[in-house]
């Protein structure tokens, strides 16, 4: 009887171990499967954020300086490509980590049953040594299951994330190529029409200063004076060379009458 007492002391004390375990399993495990599960979720916004983002950035290139529209172009492909790697950063994290922790609530479900049902057994010695290899082997797995699943999250990560600084990297050369001198000179053209130097010129020779003006016209007057000059000068000397062939006449004529009159007598 005391060696039954022993038997059924020991199968009790198992069984609470058991117990023990298994509640601690089902309330962390919960807990983080909760977890990962949300930060899944909030992978899954962000790539969906970026998404929109990428759809706006193509938008807006598509408006802007040669320049500016390829290096924001260039900089929505590598960003869209990085949400790529992001939905299979999800799709992993669902895989590899939820579903393994989603899977430790059947798993519990069972062990308690398991639990109970080697309670009910008559032979406590032999349920004792079950019991034993029950909580062994549950806490073996559990550990191995820890293991696996902590790895393959930061396995995942890691593979986004070095495939995110990559990308990255190639997203900030394609910014920091952007020449902006030439770009604000292509602005600076299309401020103004084809034909505005043309115009331009046409302005400026219609919109001299009033002292422009006034000398420009002070020169055609002493033009028009100096010319009037020249032509009234040129009638002077007309009529002077006039007055001297009328002078000329007349002495010729003198001189045949006085060289007339001296024949006569």
């Known amino acids: ?18 117990q023990d375990a298994v509640s601690n399993v089902e309330k962390h495990f919960g807990e983080l499967c909760q977890i990962f599960a949300g930060y899944v979720r909030k992978t ?10 990428v759809n706006e950035i193509y938008a807006y290139a598509a408006t802007e300086t040669p320049n500016l529209k390829v290096g924001l172009k260039n900089f ?14 999800v799709d992993r994290l669902e895989a590899k980590v939820v579903e393994p ?18 309670r009910a057994t008559l032979d406590a010695t032999r349920t004792t040594r079950h019991l034993e290899e029950t909580i062994d082997n549950f806490e073996k797995q559990k550990i191995r299951d820890i293991k696996n699943i902590f790895s393959e999250f930061i396995t995942i990560e890691m593979l986004f994330h070095g495939k995110a600084l990559e990308i990255y990297t190639a997203a900030y050369q394609n910014i920091q190529n952007i020449d902006e001198n ?3 000179e ?8 084809p034909d505005y130097q043309s115009r331009l010129d046409i302005v400026r020779a219609n919109s001299k200063s009033p002292l422009q003006r006034t000398g420009s016209s002070k ?10 000059r020249m032509l009234r000068r040129d009638e002077e000397e007309e009529e002077e060379e006039d007055d001297d062939d009328e002078e000329e006449d007349e002495e010729d004529e003198f001189d ?10």
């Not at 929505?76 to 950063?89: G, I, K, P």
């Not at 045949?256 to 007598?265: D, G, N, P």
């Open 182 to 184: 030439e770009d604000l």
């Open 76 to 89: 929505a492909d590598e960003f869209s490509r990085l949400q790529d790697y992001r939905q299979a950063e």
């Open 44 to 53: 899954a916004r962000l790539r969906d954020k970026a998404d929109l983002l």
């Open 186 to 193: 292509v602005f600076r053209s299309s401020l103004y029409p």
């Open 219 to 228: 020169s055609s007057l002493r033009t028009a004076q100096i010319s009037r």
């Open 1 to 18: 009887m005391m060696l039954l007492g022993r038997g059924l002391d020991a199968r009790d004390n198992q069984t609470r171990q058991m």
């Open 101 to 118: 922790l989603k899977c430790y609530g059947t798993i519990v479900k069972l062990k308690r049953a398991e639990n109970e049902l080697q």
């Open 256 to 265: 045949a009458t006085k060289e007339a009159f001296i024949r006569y007598r």
